[in-house]
T-cell receptor
Framework: DTEVTQTPKHLVMGMTNKKSLKCEQH?????MYWYKQKAKKPPELMFV???????INESVPSRFSPECPNSSLLNLHLHALQPEDSALYLC??????????????FGSGTQLSVL | GDSVTQMEGPVTLSEEAFLTINCTYT??????LFWYVQYPGEGLQLLLK?????DKGSNKGFEATYRKETTSFHLEKGSVQVSDSAVYFC???????????FGKGTTLSVSS
């Protein structure tokens, strides 16, 4: 199994809603990532988890709250989002944190619309 | 800081044409270089990579050579197909090797 699975594929939420994005991989990877991608733009790194501990937080607003319950799962909890947060949210994983000679596996993403 | 610059798109080609997408980088140290491809409605897939100077990455007919002297990693394919239509991202691993820095992406459209 070489897949990173993200659910849901599409999500529409209001600015007062609370929702969660989920990501799962069964490749034994110990590093997992959240990226945000606006239309026609490159992905931007949000968070990195290494061995279930938050390793990198790229100054992301607190309305985004990541969680890594175990080595296979990664969640992104959303609360009080703004319309400008509408984007494709991509999860990725790699064998470990040293990317130089490794490969990032991306999920297909969750297309989020905030109304 | 480290950065990647790739040619603006869109690039529009006929089937079987030759493809070049330029990519140059700025980095301290010796980053690894990557090309990722994103098909419509999907996440990114690694197309090829090179980890040191003069390495050539290749996959599915695509090639790119890590040129340290020109700080470049241009993507080439001798004969494109309609199925190659996608967005192509050049990327490098940052100094710590912990994250990818992406270029802005180049949209390729191939018509039959």
């Amino acid at each position: 199994d070489t897949e990173v699975t993200q659910t849901p594929k599409h999500l529409v939420m209001g600015m007062t809603n609370k929702k969660s994005l989920k990501c799962e991989q069964h490749m034994g990877h110990r590093a997992m990532y959240w990226y945000k991608q606006k239309a026609k733009k490159p992905p931007e790194l949000m968070f990195v988890y290494s061995y279930e501990k938050l390793s990198i937080n790229e100054s992301v607003p607190s309305r985004f709250s990541p969680e890594c319950p175990n080595s296979s799962l990664l969640n992104l909890h959303l609360h009080a989002l703004q319309p400008e947060d509408s984007a494709l949210y991509l999860c990725a994983s790699s064998q470990d944190l040293q990317l130089g000679r490794e490969k990032l596996f991306f999920g297909s993403g969750t297309q989020l619309s905030v109304l | 800081g480290d950065s990647v610059t790739q040619m603006e798109g869109p690039v529009t080609l006929s089937e079987e044409a030759f493809l070049t997408i330029n990519c140059t980088y700025t980095a301290t140290g010796y980053p690894s270089l990557f090309w990722y491809v994103q098909y419509p409605g999907e996440g990114l897939q690694l197309l090829l990579k090179a980890t040191k100077a003069d390495d050539k990455g290749s996959n599915k007919g695509f090639e790119a050579t890590y040129r340290k002297e020109t700080t470049s990693f241009h993507l080439e394919k001798g004969s494109v197909q309609v199925s190659d239509s996608a967005v192509y991202f050049c990327a490098l691993s940052d100094q710590a090797g912990t994250a990818l820095i992406f270029g802005k992406g180049t949209t390729l459209s191939v018509s039959s």
